[in-house]
């Protein structure tokens, strides 16, 4: 009798075990089933607490806080140029749905009871990151529309000779945007949150500023004379001669290129130089006296003469002949690179009578 009470308490004990085992597991089952839909508690996805939140109400709660400050507007000016946009626009933006899914994604980790455990008896806390990262945006647009609005090119300063004689146009300044300092101020200002951000351009010089003709000379043809201007006034007057109707004086813009102080004459070799020396070195026969500025016009120097008698008159090969106190003063105040304007400012006036050189030097500073 004591065998059949035994045996029949381990049966009441296997049965008792297995319906409180079969009710664990029912409840369980239910457990997991109905907070399979929320995070795990103590969840934290991009610096905000979301235990115990159903997904869209914690993607909800993360945007929030880390996605709308994203989308707040900055104001972009560049001069008179104006913007709106906001750091999501410009490219920073963030995923919030990813990482709320990855957070719901550990919460299914593991077997049922695991699962139900870590669910009702608390588990280590779990952390998502949601950095804001950069990808495609409208910065190059910003700053493409910006540029055409900002960049201005420089003018140079000019000579006006339209009138006959030499009238500045003063130089100005020009501007273009920095496109990386301005690129770097519109990153800048996405990551750290401002409200406004302004670009950076800078100040384009001429390539030809004042200082290049502070110091112009005119010379007119068929007046012959040679004008010394500087900082657009005349400040010196000198008579001159220039070329005759078949060796004229070439017009237009040119340069000093050389000061010369007691040059050689070099025979050019045109028809008219036949029988006149190679060279002809300093002193007095010298057809470019003592000083000479030569410019970038071929074979066009401003010098001095010993016949002074042509000075007035278009008497030389092309030349520009002064009288030497005169070539000699000019020369003192000019340096090369100085701007030479030649102008035609009437016909050519043909000397009386061109003397006649005793010697082919003196023949050579007749005629050139």
Known sequence: MSWIRRHLVLVISIVTLLVVTSGTAAWAVNYDQRSSKTLLPDTVVGGVAVGGF?????????RATVEEPL?????????????????????????????????????????????????AFGNPSTSVDVTPAWGTGTVSGILDEAALAV???????????????????????GRQLDLEASRA??????????????????????????????????VRTGENKLYLYENGEITKEYSVATGEAKFPTPTGMWNIVSKQVG??????????????????GPGPNNPLGSHALALDAPGILIHATSDSASIGYSASHGCIRM??????????????????????AGPPVPRGSTPVAATPDQNAAVNF
């Open 323 to 344: 009288n030497t106190s005169d070539e000699i003063d000019l020369f003192g105040r000019v340096s090369t690179g100085t701007k030479v304007a030649i102008v035609n």
């Open 151 to 173: 960049n201005e090119e420089p003018v140079n300063a000019k000579i006006d000779t339209s009138t006959g004689f030499v009238k500045i146009g003063a130089p100005q300044e």
């Open 54 to 62: 159903e997904q869209a109400q914690a993607i909800s709660a993360v």
């Open 71 to 119: 989308h707040r507007k900055i104001q972009v000016q560049a001069g008179e140029f104006q913007a709106e946009t906001t750091a999501w626009d410009l490219g920073l933006q963030v995923d919030v749905p990813t990482a709320v899914r990855q957070a719901m994604g550990r919460s299914s980790e593991g077997n049922i009871f695991q699962r139900v455990w870590r669910r």
């Open 185 to 218: 101020a519109l990153l800048d200002a996405a990551t750290s949150g401002k409200s406004s951000v302004e670009l950076v351009s800078n100040a384009v010089e001429p390539e030809v500023g004042a200082d290049a003709v502070s110091k112009v000379i005119l």
């Open 263 to 280: 040059p050689t004459w070099i025979n050019p070799g045109s028809d008219w130089a036949k029988g006149m020396p190679a060279r002809i």
